[in-house]
């Protein structure tokens, strides 16, 4: 008899859970994301001089686009996956926005404002830079190694090679954008969560 009660109750659970997670308002959950993705993209972008605190701006925007997503939804149903996901579509969402920013400032920089030559000569100096210190290591290795290396200086001191660190530094950028909004995506939900837990009575 108990055995059937502990069954029966095991099904309600999971039925419950599953009316639960259909029962996500994603209309609201993305809608949400967007709102609070772009500001979070603009505030890690260099068009403002705040993109060093860019972990605050991601971290806590996703947890702000949690709390929206509860404000339009009226409650709805929120688990640490939903929160995630809000936080990963709000994360795109910024990524992308800072991605374009910062290409629109450096058109901006290069064409309009002629700085083509300064550019250049950062970019040359941060290259040189991690040459020296690469080259201290490759002191030791084989000559098919530094022949290899030096054809690789070549490459990254060329326009091509200016370009590929561009838009590595770029999707390095995106990627851990999107990661730390994820992260505060699923804190904001940890905390909403913990606050709707109702108490439990003997």
């Known amino acids: 008899m108990n055995d059937e009660?502990?069954?029966n109750a095991s099904v309600r659970e999971l039925s419950a859970e599953a009316m639960d997670e259909k029962g996500t308002a994603?209309?609201?959950a993305i809608a949400a994301a967007a709102i609070v993705g772009l500001p979070m993209g603009l505030l890690s972008s260099s068009v403002l001089p705040l993109a060093t605190a860019s972990f605050v701006w991601l971290v806590g925007g996703s947890m702000a686009a949690v709390a929206l997503y509860q404000r339009r939804s009226r409650n709805g149903f929120l688990n640490l996956r939903t929160g995630l996901r809000i936080g990963l579509v709000a994360g795109v969402v910024a990524a992308f926005f800072a991605t374009?920013?910062?290409a629109a400032?450096?058109?901006f920089q290069r064409y309009a404002l002629h700085m083509s030559k300064a550019i250049d000569d950062s970019m040359d100096g941060s290259i040189r830079l991690l040459i020296e210190q690469t080259t201290v290591r490759m002191a030791q290795s084989t000559p098919e190694a530094r022949a290899w290396f030096q054809?690789?200086?070549h490459f990254l001191l060329s326009p091509d090679g200016k370009a590929f660190m561009i838009l590595f530094s770029s999707?390095?950028?995106?990627l851990a954008m999107v990661l730390f909004?994820?992260?505060g995506g699923a804190l904001g939900a940890r905390i909403f969560v913990?606050?709707?837990r109702p108490i439990s009575h003997s």
């Open 5 to 7: 009660m502990e069954g």
């Open 26 to 28: 994603w209309k609201h």
């Open 100 to 102: 374009a920013c910062n």
């Open 105 to 107: 400032v450096l058109l």
């Open 151 to 153: 054809s690789e200086i």
């Open 171 to 174: 999707a390095t950028a995106a």
């Open 181 to 183: 909004a994820a992260l």
């Open 194 to 196: 913990a606050r709707r």
